[in-house]
């Protein structure tokens, strides 16, 4: 069986075709859900509970082996997450000016070098072929395929770029007794698409995402002030209130992500959100892109608190 491949399909990919079911109100078509290729084998299952306490280095093993797919919203305290997208290097430059003007949604944290699986200022192990616990892969403005390893489709000419992602002040919120509803609940966070213009370049323009998490009405002020030390991490809200001010219907029915009640006494607050360069780089079509399924991040080694997003170096003795 010389030069024959074989990808093994196992239970971890049943449950990502049920979950694909829920995609089907923002996909384009629903037939563009075409493979399920990049299955990876493995012995047991790992649960968000188990990884609690997990460190990121063990929380990107767990992912690296397939035993974990799921959402990282609380995972490794303490640690940078970060959005993904990864596309050809003759449209990086564009979409890095345009993360450039824009950078509440698109806080650039990282750049992978052509063809260089590897982020070395972010982690000294990370394959951003495997790291991540699931990836969409568009094709032409199309969502092709949902899957947890791109090793398949990976190419020379690709460049990853790394965004700082709101999961990362999420746990200076919980040591302030902010409570985030999400976490509490163990679903993603919801994020709905704005009326908000973002700031164009080259090919690259749209619309603003955002994420809710209600605060309670006395602690608004504090989760402004806290959010806004981390502007690596989308920084401070950008609205609160009626979700009509920036385009937004429903609460009940978010564009992405899990619905959170919003309770008496409390204010839904709106932070940019990492979702944005997805739908920028779908309205782009090009010929290939691949971001992280959205709460679905890459988790750093870098502290979340570090003043800048490079991993230093461990000195060595002689």
């Given amino acids: 069986m010389s030069g024959t491949r074989f990808t093994p399909i196992n239970l971890k990919n049943l449950s990502l075709l049920i979950e694909n079911d829920n995609l089907i109100d923002w996909m384009p078509a629903c037939d563009d859900f075409t493979s399920i290729r990049g299955a990876r084998m493995t012995s047991r299952s790992t649960s968000h509970s188990d990884l609690i306490a997990a460190t990121a280095l063990d929380v990107r093993a767990a992912i690296r082996s397939g035993a974990y797919t799921g959402h990282t919203a609380g995972l490794a305290a303490g640690k940078l997450q970060c959005n993904l997208a990864i596309l050809p290097e003759r449209f990086a430059l564009d979409f890095l000016r345009f993360c450039q003007r824009n950078p509440k949604p698109c806080p650039i944290v990282g750049v ?37 390893d791109i090793s398949d489709v990976w190419a020379d000419d690709l460049v990853t770029v790394a965004l700082g992602c709101s999961f990362t002040f999420e746990n200076a919120l919980l040591r302030n007794d902010i ?61 609160k209130g009626d979700p009509a001010q920036i385009g937004i219907a429903d609460l009940s029915q978010p564009d992405w992500g899990d619905a959170v009640e919003v309770r008496s006494g409390e204010v839904p607050v709106y932070w940019a959100c990492g979702v944005t360069p997805q739908n920028v780089l779908l309205d782009a079509g090009l010929p290939i892109c691949i971001t992280h399924s959205p709460g679905h991040m890459l988790i750093a080694d870098v502290a979340e608190d570090a003043e800048t997003t490079i991993l230093k170096t461990p000195k060595t003795t002689n």
Avoid: C, W
């Avoid at 699986?117 to 072929?129: E, H, K, V, W, Y």
């Avoid at 602690?219 to 950008?238: D, K, T």
């Fill in 179 to 239: 409570p985030v509803r999400h976490i509490e609940k163990g679903l993603n966070v919801p994020m709905y698409r704005t009326n908000i213009d973002l700031v164009p370049a080259g090919r690259f323009g749209g619309k603003m995402v955002v994420t809710m998490r209600p605060i309670p009405q006395a602690q608004v002020a504090q989760a402004y002030e806290i959010s806004r030390r981390f502007p690596q991490a989308h920084g401070a809200p950008i609205a």
């Fill in 112 to 148: 992978g070098d052509t063809g260089e699986a590897s982020l070395p200022t972010l982690g000294r192990d990370i394959d951003i072929r495997t790291d991540v616990s699931k990836y969409r892969v568009f094709r032409n403005g199309t969502l092709s395929e949902e899957v947890t």
